[in-house]
């Protein structure tokens, strides 16, 4: 272990090498979340599939022509050191067709070549973090170009649905017989459940959607002071940040709707797929709605005065008495101090660069 350890703090102090402090710090943070975010995972079980999006695609494709991405890169290469040295769980890399839809630059009529050069220098990109590359989602070169032509599909209609629902106006009146109107009920009876997807899981389009609407509603609707309206939280805030317009009018943030599907941490507790779905990004409002999906994993709720009231009290009950958390505890006890060791590792890293940096 010592070994590893000598050789990550060399690596990483040689390539920070002339970096300002407040770049040195930013790196540190950058690979700490990272990690940290990792060993949160690893309390699932089964092996591990860290799953890039586009922002940190982009980092790799652009480290050499622009240094603040090559920072980023670092930090994630960085991070790979500690999967690769310090973890025993069987990891990889994986990308989803969304991710490679919006690195081939977001068009229709992909053919096989072009998937495949794609795919390969997506490799050649990450090449350097030692891990291996899998795909999420698609199993042969012709399925992915099916998968595609869908994603693309996907994105004319969102495109447009957003659109409408932007310029719509959410001003409603929200007294109610008792209290008032809640902002979401009435954002979730909007949407259809079912709109007409090749590729996104409607249900999460739904879910951020009515996020983004319920806002519209609280922005609008603050005429009545008897009757001002209650929004559902911070997971909605940060939903509803999520997509907005570029300049040229495309809909930003399709990528972020993919790896809320692919990664919620609650749909994987839930369904125990023997292998963890684990979301990376350097988009900070993603990060955030992921973290709020995976802390809703350790918390089992009733909603009262519903149809499922009687069951979810006996799933809580169950839950409360079958020890569901002692094998993560067991994995957590495990992971956690791995981590302090590798941080304590980049930590003097960073503190010979700096020494370095000031001394040249």
Not at 135 to 163: C, M, N, P, R
Not at 204 to 233: C, M, T
Request: glycine share 6%; proline share 4%.
């Amino acid at each position: 272990m010592e070994g590893i350890k000598e050789k990550v703090i060399v690596e990483v102090a040689e390539r920070l090498h002339g970096r300002t402090d407040e770049e040195i710090f930013q790196f540190f943070i950058s690979t700490e979340t990272f990690a940290r975010k990792y060993a949160i995972s690893y309390e699932l079980e089964g092996p591990m599939h860290l799953v890039l999006d586009n922002s940190i695609i982009q980092s790799f494709k652009h480290r050499a022509s622009k240094p603040n991405r090559d920072l980023q890169a670092l930090s994630y290469t960085a991070f790979t050191r500690f999967v690769t040295g310090w973890s025993d769980r069987k990891t990889y890399l994986a990308v989803t067709p969304a991710a490679l839809y919006e690195h081939m630059g977001r068009r229709g009529n992909i053919t096989s070549a072009e998937a495949l050069g794609a795919l390969e220098e997506l490799q050649l990109f990450f090449a350097d973090t030692g891990l291996r590359m899998t795909w999420v989602g698609f199993k042969s070169v012709e399925g992915l170009v099916k998968i595609l032509a869908a994603v693309h599909a996907d994105d004319i209609y969102l495109t447009q649905y957003f659109k409408e629902i932007e310029e719509m106006s959410w001003r409603k009146d929200l007294e109610a017989p008792f209290g008032v109107k809640i902002p979401l009920g009435i954002a979730y009876r909007e949407i259809p459940d079912d709109l007409p997807l090749k590729y996104f899981d409607p249900w999460y389009v739904k879910f951020v959607l009515a996020s983004r609407i319920e806002r519209a509603i609280i922005r609008q609707s603050q005429h009545n002071p008897d009757a001002l309206p209650i929004g559902s939280g911070p997971m909605a805030d940060a939903l509803a940040d999520l997509n907005n317009f570029n300049k040229k009018g495309a809909l930003l943030g399709l990528g972020d709707i993919d790896m809320l599907q692919v990664c919620d941490g609650s749909r994987q507790y839930q369904q125990k797929s023997g292998y963890v779905l684990v979301g990376q990004t350097l988009d900070d409002t993603l990060a955030d709605v992921l973290r709020h999906r995976q802390s809703y994993v350790e918390s089992v709720g009733v909603e009262f005065g519903t149809p499922h009231t009687e069951h979810q009290i006996k799933d809580m009950v169950y839950f409360m008495f079958s020890k569901p958390f002692s094998e993560h505890q067991k994995r957590g006890e495990w992971i956690w101090p791995k981590l302090k060791d590798f941080m304590s590792a980049i930590a003097t890293a960073c503190k010979k660069a700096s020494t370095n940096s000031s001394h040249s």
